[in-house]
């Protein structure tokens, strides 16, 4: 199919991208299981749905901004990619698909705050990754990046008529931790439940976000109080 060739040269040239400007280190707490996955991570860059293909040789579908689409070349060639777009009110649709993705095999990524991280922390959670992970009943699995805030660069621009700040991160380095699967099960109209679940997995993304820039920066370790152990999962 196009889309799996497209993708395997994208992922090729990210592969090619991240070795020459990027200090790429990705660690991981325990081996995927063999079925889909849904990935859940933290947003610190626009950047984040490219660099995230590289944690694993298994094509996924990034679930990403409506407006990054709408960036000419680069917009047409991720729906060629297969990449699943975030419209704007249109969250039940954008579940459906995601969840027909991965019903087909296909691991998906999701970022649960909804929009790029604050500087100096997270986004709040939103309850799709719960929603989708109860629907879909494939395992989460948590990622925490970290990168130098310095080397972020912030681009002002107007996308589909409003006004919108990219955040390119181009170089320097780049930290990733994979956590081990969660599995849940329940009721997804529970409603207790899905935003219990949220936020443990907002939980995990957070501890592996901390280790991953311990990782990067050992001298933060002061900062972390002493959650610098490895998160169990």
Known sequence: MLSELLYKAGRTLITAYARQLLALDVHWHANLPGEPVLFAANHPSTTDP????????????????????????????MRRMDQIEVLDG??????????????????????????????????????????????????????????VVENCMRVPTTLEGKPEVITWYLRGPYTITVGGPLYFQGDVHDWTLVRAIAAKVMERIRLLTLESRYRMDPTTQGGLSGRLQKVCD
């Open 50 to 77: 490219i660099f995230i293909h590289l944690i694993t040789q298994r094509p996924m579908s990034v679930m990403i901004a409506q407006s990054v689409f709408s960036i000419p070349v680069l917009g047409a060639y």
């Open 90 to 147: 249109q969250g039940e649709r954008v579940l459906t698909q995601a969840q027909a993705k991965l019903g087909a095999g296909r691991s998906v990524t999701i970022f649960p705050e909804g929009a790029i991280s604050p500087w100096n922390g997270f986004a709040p959670i939103r309850t799709g990754v719960a929603r989708l992970a109860l629907r879909s009943g494939v395992p989460v699995v948590p990622v925490g990046i970290s990168l």
